[in-house]
């Protein structure tokens, strides 16, 4: 996390310190430490392998500031992880037809996160939610294509103030087990703010608009609320693997 102060003069400076923990896994880190706390007492040999359990939650669950850049055009990454594909495909059912996102096929961004990145997913444009759809279904390796089919998962649609149509899906995994929405249909969201997490390592799709020019890369790495990843009537980026 980046905090940032106002000294004498208008300047302005930041300093690091350890993120905060997500309201949502505060519970799972206190169960973690007190049963790290009682192995003391009970079975001690327990106690360090608890305590890297106790840590491990706690930088799961965590939740630092992200500075979304702003203007005009820009799609925004809504999770951190690796872009393991970039493919025009047909468009989700869910998403598609008069209203939505139109009959497709659209280019999409597959994000996955391990058990490692940040699992607070966040919107990639500024505007109103106009649909939030639960779909049940498989915990599949969520690496795999057939995870945006078959894999439990939820459809966010974001239309912006200019009219502007953005998708995206929330996928779950082989060890995630829970998809949690922090907004319903109607509400008014800012360009990265979050709208939902996902426990414990998944994927997130990002269907651009059919003007959108992707500005991101296969095996580049995205941090949400942050990384450009489209950009409406932008030039295309390429890049090399060190």
């Not at 995206?168 to 060890?175: C, L």
């Amino acid at each position: 996390m980046v905090s940032h102060d106002q000294p004498p003069g208008g300047a302005t400076s930041a300093r690091w310190h350890f993120p905060d923990i997500h309201p949502e896994g505060r519970k799972y880190v206190l169960i973690a430490a007190v049963a790290a706390f009682l192995s003391f007492f009970l079975w001690d040999f327990l106690t360090w392998p608890l305590i890297g359990v106790t840590l491990w939650v706690a930088a799961f669950f965590r939740d630092p500031v992200r500075v979304t850049p702003q203007g005009e055009g820009l799609i925004i990454a809504p999770a951190d992880g690796l872009v393991t594909t970039i493919e025009r495909v047909a468009v989700p059912p869910e998403m598609a037809g008069a209203g939505c996102l139109g009959p497709g096929p659209l280019v999409r961004v597959s994000i996955y996160m391990s058990i490692f990145d940040v699992h607070v997913n966040r919107t990639p444009i500024a505007g109103t939610i106009r649909q939030v759809i639960y779909i049940s279904g498989k915990f599949l390796n969520a690496d795999l294509d057939k995870a945006s089919e078959e894999n439990e998962r939820q459809h966010v649609l974001v239309e912006g103030r200019d009219g502007l149509k953005v998708g995206f899906t929330q996928i779950a995994g082989v060890v995630s087990r829970r998809i949690m929405s922090f907004v319903k249909p109607g509400d008014i969201v800012a360009g990265g703010q979050r709208v939902g997490l996902i426990r414990f390592g998944s994927r997130v799709d990002v269907y651009l608009p059919e003007t959108a020019v992707c500005q991101v890369t296969v095996g580049q790495r995205s941090v949400a609320g942050e990384t450009v990843i489209g950009r409406i009537d932008g030039a295309p980026v390429s890049g090399i693997a060190h």
